[in-house]
């Protein structure tokens, strides 16, 4: 190429940076809302408290009275009852009389699956269990990135 001022050639153009990876857009999903958002951070919060959180892993096991409940949590018949009052108000557990005993119980599927996601993604000591093989990213590996890095 010739300097259009001068007869030198001029030198050849210095390379730019790489250009960007074209990441392919993901579909779009519907929004969560506000009301969404303040229903499930309630819910998280009513199961952040470990002796609920207990409460409904048995309950999403087995139905059991309230003295069945404060036996197997370690926990007074007053508290398990305050306990269960709130996630009763939550729709988190369900109950029905039997004779003189309430009997409750986690009968919503999406309590249940949430439930069981918690604790198998938590091991036995508290850490976290070893994730199983998960699908592939497209998108993230595209964008050259690690497909079995955590979303």
Not at 53 to 78: N, S
Not at 112 to 130: K, N, R, S
Request: proline fraction near 16%; aromatic fraction near 2%.
């Amino acid at each position: 190429m010739t300097d259009p001022r001068s007869s030198e050639p001029s030198a050849p153009p210095e390379p730019g940076p790489p250009a960007a990876p074209q990441v392919p857009v993901p579909p779009v999903e519907p929004e969560v809302t506000p009301p969404q958002l303040r229903a499930a951070a309630n819910t998280f919060g009513l199961l952040a408290a470990p002796t609920r959180l207990h409460l409904v892993w048995i309950l999403a096991r087995h139905e059991c009275d309230v003295g069945t409940l404060a036996e197997r949590t370690g926990a007074t018949v007053a508290a398990v009852s305050q306990h269960l009052a709130k996630l009763r108000l939550a729709g988190l557990v369900t109950a029905r009389r039997v004779g003189r005993h309430q009997i409750y119980a986690v009968e919503d599927p999406h309590v249940l699956t949430l439930v069981q996601q918690i604790f198998a993604h938590i091991a036995p000591d508290g850490g976290l269990a070893p994730d199983p093989p998960s699908p592939r990213h497209p998108a993230r590996e595209a964008a050259g990135g690690d497909p079995d890095a955590p979303s």
